[in-house]
């Protein structure tokens, strides 16, 4: 019975393995944050231990880009562990093992009003990684603490801690995307358990800057997925990760970097959601679209006040991110 239930949840879950949370610019931009607030010796060991990675040759040297420093390059290999796990989401074969969908999110609920708070109890989600059902199963925060738990552990091996960073680089950048720690609960539309609305996947949008201009079904999840900025070169990126940190230094979010826990930071996700996410204008198409839960919605229209505020929102977010994240590589020894 236990192993039926915890296939169902997967199921339930897959729809969501799609999503990305920052784009692969979004989760290089952090690692370099992470990358500036190590000292050269740390960085030095952690490039090494991404040298131990088993796909190190195809994914990381046969990928990067010429005319590199050695220094630019350590940088890179760095910045190119942090968007390897969604890499991994196309690999075939017995190279599948590295893919896992469900790690790159936790589905803390946002409701859209008392009748969905009422009527919807999803279950209460763990960041114990040993309370999982399978590994495999895993939310975001739990497998960040595995991760933790195998990088700190003198006797995992080199080519897993390469991964474990990778995959830590990764979440820890995803978890401070708010739609990353957040669903939307409704009474009629989005009230299947462990779903909502996929994290804003389920939401259609429009914007006029352009930002989703390529999409094929532009929605909330892929505003703030995309809105930190678009240009993966290695100048691009880390242009944007010193405007972020300029913008957001360390000494002026202090108190927030100290918040160390990663089940704090989706909870701190969760909760931009429901202030800034989910604002009245995207919460009144859904609730306008209860009275008919099976047709479709109709787009919301997305202000650039919406996404001046949200970009804000995304680079405080990804400053902490990095500092965060660094505080804790810090603490550990290679």
Known sequence: MRKAIGAIILLLLCPCATVLAWNPPGHMTIASIIYDQLDPAQQDAWVNVLRSHPRFAQDFDAAMPQNLSPQQQNRWIFMRAAAWPDLARSFDGDDQKYNHPIWHYIDLPVYLD???????????????????????????????????????????????????????LHLAGDIHQPLHGATLYSAQRFRGILLGDRGGNDIPVHENEGLLAN??????????????????????????AAEVEKSYPAQTLLAAAKQTDPMG???????ISQQDVYTPEVREVVRTGEAHPHAPLPPVQISAEYLKRARSIAQERAALAGYRAAALLAKIEP
């Open 114 to 168: 008392d009748a969905a708070k009422e009527k919807i109890h999803p279950p209460v989600l763990s960041g114990d990684y040993r309370k999982a059902r399978s590994e495999q199963s895993m939310n975001a925060v739990q497998a960040i603490n595995k991760a933790l738990a195998e990088l700190s552990d003198h006797a995992t091996p080199a080519s897993q801690k390469a991964i474990d960073l990778c995959w830590f």
């Open 215 to 240: 999409f094929k079904n532009p929605n909330l999840h892929a505003i703030w997925d995309n809105i930190l900025g678009g240009d993966s070169s290695y100048d691009a990126v880390t242009a944007l």
């Open 265 to 271: 930071w989706a909870k701190e996700s969760n909760q």
